[in-house]
T-cell receptor, first 113, second 112 residues
């Protein structure tokens, strides 16, 4: 089955850029997503990219997709303490009549003052 | 706009007791619905998904079950809880032809 992997931890200084990386194995993935989870809360959809795109920018967020290497990254510019959270990447697989997301294990981002 | 609700927010139950967690979605029709469990190790495990009333697909064999008695209502149940059922349970919905899923606030279940 599909496997999505992320590094578990990342620490950055406030004001620096954060880059969270993700790799996946299913070359038929059509969409890839980034979610943010704050402590004790559900997952919040941050952004997504279609598989025929290389880059998508949304304010402080930049998503880069390398389809050849099956590598996805999320860059957060000017990282703030409020960005501290767990970030999940996920890719979309169509399975029968339901579209399913396969999630990575999440990257805990800690922003240091 | 669409909203998703889960209750209760937290629950402490003894081993062997029954369980019923509820999820409801507002502002959409015919959504796909999902139950996930997030263990302390952080990863998300898909438990069940549903594409319509009474249609449930199970991803992982276990002592949990799911039901969808109404279009926008999804229930997670157990007849007898195990210690290993402890975790954070997340409900999510998606549009029928879209991929992105939107999550509820979650229920923290502790089985003692």
């Amino acid at each position: 089955g599909e496997d999505v992997e992320q590094s578990l931890f990342l620490s950055v200084r406030e004001g620096d850029s954060s880059v969270i990386n993700c790799t996946y194995t299913d070359s038929s993935s059509t969409y890839l997503y980034w979610y943010k989870q704050e402590p004790g809360a559900g997952l919040q959809l941050l952004t997504y990219i279609f598989s025929n795109m290389d880059m998508k920018q949304d304010q402080r967020l930049t998503v880069l997709l390398n389809k050849k290497d099956k590598h996805l990254s999320l860059r957060i510019a000017d990282t703030q303490t409020g960005d501290s959270a767990i970030y999940f990447c996920a890719d979309l697989i169509s399975s029968g009549s339901a579209r399913q997301l396969t999630f990575g294990s999440g990257t805990q981002l800690t922003v240091l003052p | 706009s669409q909203t998703i609700h889960q209750w209760p927010a937290t629950l402490v139950q003894p081993v062997g007791s029954p369980l019923s967690l509820e999820c409801t979605v507002e502002g959409t029709s015919n959504p796909n619905l999902y139950w996930y469990r997030q263990a302390a190790g952080r990863g998300l495990q898909l438990l069940f998904y549903s594409v319509g009333i009474g249609q449930i697909s199970s991803e992982v064999p276990q002592n949990l079950s799911a039901s969808r008695p109404q279009d926008r209502q999804f229930i997670l149940s157990s007849k007898k809880l195990l210690l290993s059922d402890s975790g954070f349970y997340l409900c999510a919905w998606s549009e029928r032809k879209q991929g992105e899923q939107f999550f509820g606030p979650g229920t923290r279940l502790t089985v003692l």
